[in-house]
């Protein structure tokens, strides 16, 4: 038998969530950023998952053990007709207690990678607003910035592997996976006219829902704990899952260099670091 065949095919599963919000203007065309019910930074980000079958039967069964504990009963959140934590697990609805057990059970799975880009839409406002200034006819989308993140998120991740499976949260009623397919497509052509590196990879784009893929339930985690840090200074969700921080890209942060800050696990991320942040 020949080495091709005893190849193994290599399949990486990512999958994919935002924190955040892409709206800059209210129905009246008032700035909006970091008021009320709009946030200041918008997250696009994704968990590389080795082994998501063991995961998902892990948070499935820890669900159910949630659901059944009298401790947890009257909780509304968990009431299967509120469609929240009963469902699936979401950082926002779900009770204290039950983010913890969701923190323990994914800093167990030491072979996550998280991945993100952060993006300030303080500086999205300005490129909004320079464009106008151009082009009177231009009008910001949402999409715009989300596609946007898609490129700079997956630019070098998606060449390595046999074939890529990429699970993105369903926004909306629309169906995004063309768009979302040219993205990957574009991130992957412009890494290899850098790096004159090609790959024919299968890019395999699935829209879904986290109580379909407890992947993205996965994800959502990962990003709560990021925004908390970006929204509200507060950095313990992030330092105690930070070994699954693979890379985080503060794009709008220049301070040091013109495209951003980079952390890693040999520049961690805190609060501190932060602080001064313009």
Not at 83 to 112: N, P, W
Not at 234 to 254: G, K
Request: hydrophobic share 40%; proline share 4%.
């Amino acid at each position: 038998m020949s080495d091709s065949a005893d190849k193994m095919v290599s399949t990486r599963h990512y999958f994919v969530d935002e924190a955040g919000d892409g709206t800059l203007f209210d129905s009246k065309g008032r700035v909006i950023i970091g008021s009320e019910g709009c946030s200041r930074f918008f997250i696009l980000g994704f968990v590389d998952i080795p082994d998501p079958v063991s995961l998902t039967r892990e948070m499935m069964e820890l669900r159910t053990t949630l659901l059944a504990d009298p401790y947890f009963r009257g909780i509304p959140s968990m009431r299967p007709d509120q469609r929240k934590t009963a469902l699936a697990f979401h950082a926002k609805d779900d009770v204290s207690e039950v983010r913890r057990e969701v923190f323990v059970l994914l800093r167990r799975h030491a072979g996550i990678r998280f991945f993100a880009v952060v993006k300030d839409k303080r500086a999205t406002l300005d490129y909004v607003l320079s464009r106008n200034e151009r082009e009177p006819g231009y009008r910001y989308e949402s999409n715009e910035l989300y596609d946007h993140l898609v490129r700079r998120l997956f630019k070098n991740m998606v060449h390595k592997d046999d074939a890529y499976n990429i699970y993105f949260a369903r926004r909306g009623k629309s169906d995004r996976t063309a768009a979302l397919q040219s993205a990957l497509e574009t991130a992957r052509q412009r890494f290899r006219e850098r790096w004159a590196i090609t790959s024919a990879a299968a890019i395999n784009v699935i829209a879904s829902t986290p109580p379909q893929e407890p992947g993205l339930q996965a994800a959502d985690y990962f990003l709560w704990a990021l925004q908390r840090l970006y929204e509200r200074g507060e950095d313990r969700y992030v330092a105690y899952l930070w070994r699954q921080f693979h890379l985080v890209q503060d794009v709008d942060d220049t301070r040091q260099a013109r495209y951003g800050l980079y952390y890693t696990q040999k520049k961690p991320l805190t609060a501190a670091a932060l602080a001064d942040r313009p």
